[in-house]
């Protein structure tokens, strides 16, 4: 199982990115899926999450300007990222709990991270 981000790049204060994170592989099925901020030397932080149903969480610092959703049948999930700040800047992993085929147990899997740097 893979997961792969992409969707990071420069961009100006108050600007927006779109991330997506791809699940690919011998899949059974995905239940959480979400997105984790690093900054630079900093700790990794939640930043939303979503199940499969639907169900958000988010991050206080976020609220308001990212939005996260996923697209089951693709098995991936997005980061739309608006109003971005120079504190967002970091790279930016995508974690999915993930059940393989002909298993009953799901496991976390990471993504490798996208970097995004918004200048001030």
């Known amino acids: 199982v893979q997961l792969q981000a992409s969707g990071g790049g420069l961009v100006q204060a108050g600007g927006s990115l779109r991330l997506s994170c791809a699940a690919s592989?011998?899949?059974?099925?995905?239940?959480?899926m979400g997105w984790y901020h690093q900054a630079p030397g900093k700790q990794r932080e939640l930043v939303a999450t979503i199940t499969r149903g639907g169900s958000t969480n988010y991050a206080d610092s976020v609220k308001g300007r990212f939005t996260i959703s996923r697209d089951n049948t693709k098995n991936t999930a997005y980061l739309q990222m608006n109003s971005l700040k120079a504190e967002d800047t970091g790279v930016y992993y995508c974690?999915?709990?993930?059940?393989?085929?002909?298993?009953?147990?799901?496991?976390?899997?990471w993504g490798q991270g996208t970097l995004v740097t918004v200048s001030s």
């Open positions: 974690n999915a709990d993930i059940r393989l085929r002909a298993e009953w147990r799901t496991r976390g899997y």
């Open positions: 592989g011998s899949i059974g099925g995905i239940d959480d």
